[in-house]
């Protein structure tokens, strides 16, 4: 019923025992009847652990809690690490008809036929206060706390609803050791750090260290749903509508096709009379923000939403965002204001950027050695950028970092009587919805307690102003008007059979959505197929001037973003799609269809659909040609 990871004497982190040979065997565990369920405490004598768990029947499914005040440890020296819940529930063999549902990116499927991989991948990302030089190559996060098996004429999905922050999804094809295909999750009871040690000798050596204290939740928990229909599309309704049970809710009117990020400007030295000096570099300044908007509307886009970053006064190298001033490098005050009142005159939505997360400056109350989150060395988190070629960090950029969650709250608080300052459609919440740390230093926060922390900044956001949410973690959902830069790939795990847009799936009908920005894909053209299949707005980021410049400052991934280049070609994309895009924009996805393996239809509940072929030869299917790496829209006379 559960395994768990525990350290040895000698700090080995990596031990592994489960509930059957280490407790029941021996007859050492307890069961008795609790209200809807039954009790389990099992009592590991070699390892010196006590682990209750809980099983009990809820009005949707089964729910599994592992109640952490009730863990026992009997050695400080024997530590308990992890825990995992019904590791083998669902478990199939290879010849059963069906696959699993990771969470990876958009949303992966792994059929039970493929062999020898593994997966694991921790929901919502790294913990930036665990210790780690490299990078893990995986491109794309878990935002969701689930995973789900199809298998036969039966499904379930499985959300993880308490200790999310906290848990691994992990998932094994057959092997000829184990014939079965699991997946489960996995819980951090205490975080495990390698860090390097100096010795006498000038060398170093790798040791364990281990978080403090262990989780601070009052429980991991995993709900298990059964799914009306066999098939991952009735794994998204189900998740749906517990979120929906949770509090969202359902959308009444369609909204914007095309979503615009405006880059403001970032900070970098200049020379001044032969003098280098640190100053605002304008990437598209309150002017020329005017400019681009109003080029749109000459284009014919005339439904579209606006989102401004790196506005405020410093640019990308500013402050956090708890006084909102105009930066004076793009026009000051007066500049923005007249920004504003165009957006307002001519109806179209405009979100201001905040940044309540990320520090490259001191300011006052929130000073970068202090308010920073600390790592179990207690050194600052930094947030590093990766060398792609090496997955090394890059040492050598002006160093970003991280608020620690306890100081979160005060730059709400600081911030929310600003928020009226300007006349604006609402805020876009920066990395509040998508990046979730740890602080273990004195203040000692967990990511448990983080992701709660990350939660109710949000909603005392939101209680203020409409939210934009970019690539948003599910704690991060209630909270959200529109979700930008919503996950359309995967990483490539070699467990994966396919990509399905489940993410899109879920969330369509509960919240506006767009692409990521259709202009920074390596692949332009694919990725608005993407975005087409999972029936999302599609949105550019456009930069008025000096973009040849940004190589070497902090935001140097921007380097796609000349509004000369894109402009005409988003209104084009525009005209061809928002009759589509719009109609879908509030609307649930209610069949998703593999064709085949480069061939997909999408409908929605008012009938629009869409047949998409990513390979490079036209397809005909029934009576319709799909064109080679192109689409054939099905436009319904009620989403018309």
């Not at 549902?101 to 665990?130: C, E």
């Not at 001044?272 to 100053?279: A, M, R, S, T």
């Not at 069949?591 to 030869?617: P, W």
Request: glycine share 8%; charged share 20%; hydrophobic share 35%.
């Amino acid at each position: 019923l559960l395994t768990f990871r525990y350290s040895d004497r000698d700090s080995n982190a990596y031990n592994t025992q489960n509930s059957f040979a280490g407790s029941v065997r021996k007859g050492d565990y307890r069961a008795q009847q609790i209200e809807n369920g039954v009790r389990f405490d099992f009592y590991f004598d070699n390892e010196g652990f006590l682990i209750p768990l809980e099983i009990t029947l809820t009005q949707a499914g089964i729910k599994a809690t592992v109640p952490l005040k009730d863990i026992r440890e009997r050695s400080n020296r024997i530590l308990l690490t992890g825990v995992t819940v019904l590791p083998n529930f669902g478990a199939a063999r290879a010849n059963d008809e069906g696959y699993m549902l990771l969470p990876d990116g958009s949303g992966m499927l792994a059929d039970f036929s493929t062999r020898n991989f593994t997966y694991s991948q921790r929901i919502y990302g790294k913990d930036y206060a665990v210790i780690n030089t490299t990078s893990t190559g995986s491109s794309q996060i878990a935002r969701m706390p689930i995973y789900g098996i199809k298998r036969g004429s039966g499904a379930f999905l499985s959300v993880i609803s308490s200790g999310a922050a906290r848990a691994y999804v992990e998932a094994n094809a057959p092997t000829s050791k184990s014939p079965y295909a699991t997946v489960a999750a996995r819980f951090v009871y205490r975080e495990v750090m390698t860090v390097e040690v100096s010795q006498k000798t000038f060398e170093s050596t790798q040791v364990n260290v281990f978080e403090s204290a262990p989780c601070s939740l009052d429980a991991f928990t995993v709900e298990y749903l059964p799914c009306q229909e066999a098939s991952y599309i009735s794994m998204a309704d189900s998740y749906r509508q517990y979120l929906q049970e949770q509090g969202m809710k359902t959308l009444s009117e369609s909204r914007d096709a095309l979503y615009v990020d405006l880059i403001g400007g970032v900070e970098c030295q200049q020379s001044v009379l032969g003098i280098p000096v640190n100053k605002v570099l304008p990437v598209t300044d309150y002017e020329a923000a005017t400019n681009i908007l109003k080029r749109l509307q000459q284009s014919g886009v005339d439904n579209f939403q606006v989102a401004y970053h790196y506005w405020q006064q410093g640019g990308a190298e500013g402050k956090l965002t708890t006084d909102l001033v105009a930066e004076s490098a793009l026009g000051g005050k007066r500049g923005l204001n007249q920004f504003l009142q165009y957006c307002q005159q001519k109806g179209i939505p405009l979100y201001l950027e905040l940044n309540l997360t990320d520090m490259r400056r001191s300011q006052l109350g929130f000073f970068k050695t202090y308010s920073a989150a600390q790592s179990v060395r207690r050194e600052p988190v930094i947030d590093y950028d990766y060398y792609l070629s090496t997955f090394q960090q890059k040492t050598d950029d002006r160093p970003l970092y991280l608020l620690s969650p306890a100081k979160i709250p005060n730059a709400v608080e600081k911030v929310l009587p600003n928020l009226g300052n300007w006349s604006v459609t609402g805020y876009n919440a920066g990395t509040l919805a998508n990046k979730i740390y740890s602080d273990m230093g004195p203040r000692s926060i967990d990511r448990g307690a983080a992701e709660a922390i990350m939660a109710a900044a949000l909603s005392r956001l939101a209680a203020e102003s409409r939210l934009q949410l970019s690539a948003a973690n599910a704690y991060a959902f209630p909270y959200a008007d529109t979700i930008t830069d919503v996950p359309l790939y995967t990483s490539g795990y070699l467990i994966e059979t396919c990509q399905v847009p489940f993410y899109s799936m879920v969330m369509h009908g509960l919240a506006y959505m767009s692409s990521g920005d259709i202009n920074g894909y390596l692949d332009p053209e694919h990725a608005l197929l993407r975005a087409l299949e999972a029936g999302v707005g599609l949105k550019y980021a456009f930069g008025w001037e000096n973009v040849a410049e940004l190589s070497d400052t902090a935001i140097s991934e921007y380097g796609y973003i000349e509004a000369d280049r894109w402009l005409t070609h988003a209104a084009q994309q525009y005209q061809e799609l928002q009759q589509f895009l719009s109609a879908v924009s509030n609307r649930t996805m209610t069949v998703h269809t593999l064709i085949s393996k480069d061939v997909r239809y999408s409908e929605f509940d008012n009938g629009m659909g869409v047949y998409v072929n990513y390979s490079n030869q036209d397809v005909t299917y029934g009576d319709l040609v799909i064109p080679a790496n192109g689409y054939v829209l099905q436009i319904s006379k009620e989403g018309a």
